[in-house]
């Protein structure tokens, strides 16, 4: 493979001023591979690749005009798309050389080669083995540390079976492994492709393959991590592009158009790229992110200085000054620029920017990229803006564009930036796995007929109920509100078009003020706060109504929850009502507060830098990376009024709870702030709200309607009885198939391998359920959960069908799969593996019921009239309690039931059966131990320590322990040991091979019998 890319070299750089005519020595090769072993990572090779050249000294004799001196080579143009000098090539079954002469060498499936170099790595497997097997052997191959050398160039792996594709990036010998960044390609539709066929035409394509590598990888520089984009994000910023191409400049054609990217999706990424697009392209001179806070802004400009290329430069805006200059200038370095949407409506203000100024920049091709376009894009600074570059061309990325039934001054995002370029709604994004769903709560603080009564008192024009009904009138008015088919709780739009008030819209503010309500919020807060925050794990907001109100709810929580962490965040220049001292007090007591918990110094004077903290606190980012490892750094709650309630991610914030009342765009916005990817402990972002809760669930279904992009699938994930009901229907299946396959009490695995593969998909399903029930409040203490459904509707019941024992012996049978025992594992299994369930602890399964069947039988044993038909159901009754070991564990119970019914077993006062089976187990290791140090002369104290360390394949040789292992073996003895199992003469060179590979499995196996030779 390196011949071959040293011919394209030549081929493609063999006019004089380059290699002039004389081919490459391997001495130059081996330059260039010096530099792709000095970058290493995927991240900095991403550079090398499309940095175009490579420079190298000339040192083949016969090129007289250039040795010894320094000659650029160009090696990939990712313009130069299915043209050009570009060649494409594929490998089949490429070879990778192991890292240990005794390891065998791997081969790939299929590799395709732009320009020689190995860019795209695809393992393939066959129909009915889950994508997953192919993607582990990705992961395997990776950590064995084949993919080094040549191979090092590969930016993209992809996994396929005929029926499912995923790709992802490199992450290098150093990096991670993210199943959260697999993807599956799409459509522009968002629809999925999965048939092999159309992956290839599309995904794998030559021109798509080329820009793959070329423009929608980054190597984000923040992160430390090469990324690959996703489907819609490449059609969205080919999308920018294409319609910059197209742009006439002459004033007429400045609503470029908008893309709508759910919350979540990583927008930031694809509008840097279409502004990379734009800019490498040449089709205009400036490309200017506009965002809408100084913040925001200062967060952006560093995620953009990541995804740029190492040529590249990202100017930020220091003042508006700074930003005339930068949009005057004809610099190449400053085509990319980061500002704020205050800053450039100030330009003729603040900046004094003069008449010929404005003419300058005028002038140029200026594109405008806006980030969240929902929020200030419909103010008098975007006209003023408009106003200023009369040809600019403008384009809006939005999670929540506004539309016809939320207009903001009779306006929509369309109106203001033009047609929608590419949708990819939140329903999308669920169904995806990009974000996660939402579980809303409405928490009533008063009950309904309590607020019913209050409210047709009220309009009745009466004190008491008394008095209604003593007048005719009063008595009409007051049965009217009383009525819930004449006045329903929240407000609607009647048929006629007219809205039709509800109790709620009755209901005055201040009745949310009181201390009743108050008092009822902070605690559900402190009685939900432990399950919902897996114990203060994850953080939460707190969004309240104002100023004031978040002051008093501050102080009530530090009161209710001295040891929750918890600060308050707002803005601390409104002057809210007058209350001015009240205000004024309260942030001091909250700066005070967080200074004091965190060591910190800060004022009024830098609030904006509190604000940073707070921020970077809640998301784990500088300075606060690994703050999860030291708790008492966390913060636990934010109560916020307005801020931080959009444009702020955070995976670790999976709470928000609400006394606020929210429209549409605002729903959606607050929403997702819990909607960030995590892990299994964090299944779904939880949402619990207080105010005018019937008025909020009618506003939030308006919201999904709106906002989930016309898509049958629901953002909100089923309630408690129905994950219930999922988990017993999941249990009969599971059951169904281990009776079908004549195996009670689940005590081992089937035998059928695709009866397995059936079981692992229904227990990692089951699991699913499961987390998200456990967070709704299922417990395995309860086996009975009655749910009611409103007035007038029937309880349901929901009887749970396994308790916990059972569920860990299912556990421990999941467990078998992939650990070798039960005669489970291997390669090509139809299932997949999951590491979380893999390490559900079944420590706690209970013995009692075991120990007590066998106190039975010793019972049973010791009589002197044994009762043959006692003495067989008791011993089934014992079979079946030992579903609960392992299938090793079984063995050795057997075993000493034999022993015992034989008179062969010393029996001691004070030891349960499970002590027993341990002894056995423990006696048969040593004994394994023993005989395959003595048959291999190998250092047994060594070969103990290795096998208490749990090693796997990965890791077995960590530190140089498992040659260190195989250098203390008898070569003699163990060649004598061979020789008679084999019964033939065995070269040395053979032994040492054999004697790695039966350390090995005997290691990862946790020990076995090995054979014994004849004499």
């Known amino acids: 493979m390196l011949k071959n890319w040293a011919d394209i070299l030549f081929e493609n750089n063999r006019d004089i001023d380059r290699l002039n005519d004389y081919p490459l020595t391997s001495g130059e090769m081996q330059q260039i591979m010096e530099q792709i072993t000095t970058l290493r990572t995927p991240l900095k090779l991403n550079g090398f690749i499309n940095g175009r050249t490579v420079a190298i000294v000339r040192d083949n004799p016969d090129d007289t005009l250039h040795f010894g001196k320094e000659v650029s080579l160009k090696i990939y143009d990712r313009r130069e798309i299915a043209a050009g000098q570009s060649r494409y090539q594929i490998a089949q079954q490429p070879r990778f050389k192991s890292k240990s002469k005794i390891l065998n060498d791997r081969r790939g499936d299929l590799m395709l080669l732009i320009n020689g170099m190995p860019v795209i790595h695809i393992e393939l497997k066959r129909s009915g083995v889950s994508v997953s097997q192919a993607y582990n052997q990705i992961e395997k191959y990776s950590n064995e540390g084949i993919f080094t050398g040549i191979f090092a160039l590969i930016q993209i792996f992809v996994a396929m079976e005929p029926a499912e594709t995923v790709y992802f990036a490199n992450p290098g010998m150093d990096g991670k492994f993210n199943k959260d960044f697999y993807f599956h390609w799409a459509d522009f539709n968002n629809e999925p492709i999965n048939d092999w066929k159309d992956i290839v035409s599309s995904l794998l394509s030559i021109p798509m393959a080329h820009q793959l590598i070329g423009f929608y990888t980054i190597a984000d520089d923040t992160d430390g991590v090469l990324k690959v984009m996703r489907s819609y994000q490449y059609y969205a910023a080919n999308a920018i592009s294409v319609r910059v191409s197209k742009t006439n400049w002459d004033g007429r054609d400045r609503l470029g158009g908008y893309v709508w990217h759910t919350t979540g999706s990583g927008k930031t990424m694809t509008s840097f790229k279409s502004a990379q697009l734009i800019a490498n392209s040449k089709d205009a001179d400036k490309v200017i992110f506009l965002m809408d806070r100084i913040e925001l802004g200062t967060q952006s400009l560093k995620e953009y200085r990541g995804f740029a290329d190492e040529n590249e430069s990202v100017q930020a805006t220091e003042d508006t000054i700074t930003l005339i200059s930068k949009l005057k200038s004809d610099n190449p370095a400053n085509t990319l620029i980061v500002t704020s949407i205050q800053k450039m409506s100030n330009i ?52 929540t564009p506004i539309q016809d039934e939320n207009q903001k001054k009779m306006n929509t995002t369309s109106t203001i930036f033009g047609d929608e370029l590419h949708r990819y709604s939140i329903a999308d994004g669920i169904r995806d796995k990009n974000v996660l769903g939402f579980d809303p709560y409405k928490v009533m603080t008063y009950k309904d007929k309590d607020v019913r009564k209050a409210v047709a008192l009220e309009q009745a024009k009466a004190a008491t109920v008394e008095e209604a009904l003593a007048d005719p009138k009063k008595s009409e008015v007051f049965y009217k509100y009383m009525n819930s088919s004449q006045v329903k709780m929240a407000g609607y739009i009647g048929d006629d078009g007219k809205y039709v008030k509800g109790i709620e819209d009755y209901l005055p503010t201040s009745q949310y003020q009181i201390e009743e309500h108050k008092n009822m919020v902070v605690q559900d807060i402190a009685d939900n706060w432990v399950t919902l925050s897996h114990n203060s794990k994850f953080h939460a907001i707190f969004a309240t109504s104002s100023i004031p ?196 009490n689940f005590e081992k695995l089937p035998d059928d391998r695709s009866e397995r593969g059936k079981f692992a998909s229904l227990f990692k399903s089951f699991n699913d359920y499961l987390e998200a029930a456990k967070i709704q409040g299922f417990t395995w203490n309860q086996s009975t959960y009655s749910f009611s459904h409103g007035s007038g509707k029937p309880k349901t019941i929901v009887d749970m069908k396994l308790d916990e024992n059972t569920y860990l012996v299912l556990a421990m049978r999941y467990k078998e799969l992939f650990s070798g025992s039960g005669a489970g594992g291997g390669d090509d299994v139809p299932f997949e593996i999951d590491g979380y369930l893999t390490e559900i602890d079944t420590g706690k399964i209970d013995s009692d019921y075991m120990n007590s069947r066998f106190e039975k039988f010793l019972k049973i044993l010791t009589q002197d009239h044994l009762d043959e038909t006692e003495m067989r159901k008791t011993l089934d009754d014992l079979h079946n309690s030992f579903a609960i070991l392992t299938q090793e564990e079984q063995k050795y119970a057997n075993i000493f039931l034999h022993d015992v019914q034989s008179g062969n077993a010393r029996m001691e006062s004070g030891k349960t059966f499970r002590d027993y089976i341990t002894e056995y187990q423990s006696k048969a290791k040593n004994d394994q131990i023993r005989r395959i140090s003595r048959f291999l002369g190998v250092d047994e104290k060594k070969l103990r320590n290795l096998m208490a360390a749990n090693v796997t394949e990965v890791s077995i040789n960590e530190f140089g322990r498992f040659d260190d292992l195989k250098a203390s073996v008898d070569k003699v003895t163990a060649r004598e040991y061979f020789e008679k199992i084999e019964n033939t003469k065995i070269p040395p060179f053979k032994i040492n091979i054999r004697v790695h590979n039966l350390l090995q499995e005997f290691i990862l196996k946790g020990g076995f019998y090995i054979k014994e030779p004849t004499e």
Request: hydrophobic share 35%; proline share 4%; charged share 30%.
């Open 348 to 399: 003729k203000d603040e900046g004094g920017a003069n008449t010929h100024d404005i003419e300058i920049m005028s002038s140029k091709r200026i594109v405008f990229i806006v980030d969240e376009a929902h929020r200030s894009t419909f103010g008098d600074m975007l006209r003023v803006i408009k106003d200023s570059f009369p040809s600019a061309l403008f384009f809006g990325f939005t999670g």
């Open 549 to 744: 109100e978040a002051i008093c709810y501050y102080r009530m929580i530090k009161k209710a929850m001295p040891t929750l962490k918890v600060t308050c965040l707002f803005d601390p220049s409104i002057n809210n009502n007058g209350e001015v001292v009240f205000k004024e007090d309260g942030l001091v007591e909250i700066i005070e507060d967080y200074n004091a918990r965190y060591e910190q110094e800060f004022s009024l004077k830098n609030y904006d830098k509190l604000k940073k903290d707070i921020a970077a606190r809640l998301a784990h980012k500088k300075p606060y990376q690994l703050i999860e490892r030291t708790p008492e750094k966390q913060l636990d709650l934010l109560i916020v009024v307005d801020q931080m309630l959009t444009g702020f991610d955070s995976k670790w914030i999976n709470t928000l709870y609400m006394d606020k009342k929210l429209l549409y765009e605002n729903i959606i916005q607050a929403f997702s702030r819990t909607n960030r990817l995590f892990g299994p402990d964090k299944p779904f972002g939880t949402i619990r709200y207080y105010r005018y809760p019937h008025t909020m669930e009618q506003n939030i279904e308006k919201a999904v309607k709106l906002y989930s992009g016309d898509k049958p699938i629901g953002l909100f994930v089923e309630k408690l009885d129905y994950n219930l009901n999922k988990l017993n229907a999941f249990f009969d299946d599971i059951s169904e198939l281990f009776t079908r396959s004549g195996i009670p």
